[in-house]
């Protein structure tokens, strides 16, 4: 009986031991390896559970459903090689707006898709409706000109 029950179990662990692995995550050394959201710029991804989706081959993983929706929509705003290093060397489309970060939410990207106010006569672009309406109570507090360089330029 002892013998039954220890060649079952001998089984079990060798049957476990010759499962498929589970992958390994990219090496923190490896200099082409994704480590962030490319629209949340501060949220580390896992490539082991980020969703992702594909640029000419080139896997991009995203932080959750809503960076994907927001690829999706525009993906140029959000191909950065900065953030995506398999994408450097590669011939990529332009961005529609000199503008790359929401004011508010300064490590999110925007793009020209995002919600849009009118401020000193030009176009600010934001990550979402809360970002623009909490600018359009206090723009003086946002409007950081290394944030939106859209904006009129002091005259000397």
Known sequence: MIRTSLAAILLLVVSAAHAQPPKAPAPKDDPKAQKFCPVMTKDEIDPNASKSVD??????????????????????????????????????????????????????????????????????????????????????RYADPAVLPQLPQPKK
């Open 55 to 140: 640029y000419k081959g080139v896997k991009i993983y995203l932080c959750c459903d809503t960076c994907v929706a927001k690829y999706r929509r525009d993906p140029a705003a959000y191909l950065d090689p900065k953030f995506i290093p398999a994408l450097a060397g590669m011939e990529l489309p332009k961005r529609g707006i000199e503008q790359q970060y929401c004011p508010v939410f300064r490590d999110k990207k925007i793009s020209e898709k995002d919600p849009t106010t009118t401020y000193k006569g030009v176009k600010v672009y934001f990550y979402n409706a809360a970002a623009k309406e909490r600018f359009e109570k206090d723009p003086e």
